[in-house]
């Protein structure tokens, strides 16, 4: 880019210079002008180097562009993790399906996660990754339903035995939301699960920005 400019300004110069040369342009009888043989190809060169430096600044520009674009969907990330606390107690059951909150935060890169709700704001339109895991007593089921604003997406659940003194439970999945979707778990009435710092979690991280 800079040997086409310095070549533009050398090629500008010479026109000039040209001009100023009584023997540069002749006059014909017809009063049409015209150009020596040298300051003909002069010309012609000077008049394609000038649109290729037109081209190769639309296409810096787009390049500039791209990189911007990149350099803000870089910016945007969205991590987030969180137990639901609990001090090694049962939580639950219910005699109504109730939303999970999670209050142990372990990490909540972007804010998208509200400890207080239990509710996951998308805050850019993505691919996004969810992972929920619970732990329980086997004298009580245990059934966890993750939900995309109404829609049912997924379930980990496993049924009441007395042979069984504890359980453990999990499921993931990629999902496309819209900016403000919301994405929470919902535990069944009559379920429950044990809360710890540690056990009974819910994650979920940005893949890709759309």
Sequence with gaps: MNFAI??????????????????????????????????????????AMKEKIAVMKIRLEDSENQIRDLRIKERTKVIFSAATGGGYNDIGPFNKNTTLIYRTVITNIGDAYSPHTGVFVAPVAGVYYFTIFYHAQGFLHSRLWLFKNKQHMLTTNDHQTNADGADNGGNAVFMQLQLGDQVYVLMDKGSHVWGTDYHTTFSGFLVAQM
Aim: charged share 20%.
């Design 6 to 47: 310095s070549l533009f300004v050398l090629l500008s110069s010479s026109l000039i210079l040209a001009q100023d040369d009584g023997n540069a342009i002749t006059e014909k009888p017809d009063e049409t002008r015209t150009c020596q043989p040298d300051m003909c190809d002069l010309l012609t060169a000077f008049t």
